[in-house]
């Protein structure tokens, strides 16, 4: 059974800190970008940080740049964001997606959900309080 696992959601405190977890079964990550995403209700699913497990490159949007860190453990075929610092924005449903995309339009695109058609994780959900 091919499946993204998501975890490690919670509630937190503004400026504490969460790490999410990404884990494939049935599938290997290898030539994949894996991306997490988020929707807050009422909003659309926005893109948050991306990694090509090949080169381990990643991508930050501009709200979480310096705050999230992204990052895979290769042996355990799991990616990671780590949250700090987070604010009452960060509230919402995070999602974690896999999708080959090629090296050429990884930077340009990883952070768009509607790129990503293969593979998505249940959300876990991260309440940021005040």
């Known amino acids: 059974d091919v499946q993204l696992q998501a975890s490690g959601g919670g509630s937190v405190q503004a400026g504490g800190s969460l790490r999410l977890s990404c884990a494939a079964s049935?599938?290997?990550?290898?030539?994949?970008?894996i991306g997490w995403f988020r929707q807050a209700p009422g909003k659309e699913r926005e893109g948050v940080s991306c990694i090509s497990y090949s080169d381990g490159g990643t991508v930050y949007v501009d709200s979480v740049k310096g705050r999230f860190t992204i990052s895979s453990d290769n042996s355990k075929n799991t990616v990671y964001l780590t949250m700090n610092n987070l604010n009452l924005e960060d509230t919402a449903v995070y999602y974690c997606?896999?999708?080959?995309?090629?090296?050429?339009?990884?930077?340009?695109?990883?952070?768009?959900?509607?790129?990503?058609?293969?593979?998505w994780g249940q959300g876990t959900q991260v309440t940021v309080s005040p």
């Open positions: 049935g599938f290997t990550f290898a030539h994949y970008t």
């Open positions: 997606a896999a999708e080959r995309i090629p090296s050429t339009f990884v930077t340009s695109t990883c952070t768009n959900p509607f790129v990503y058609t293969n593979y």
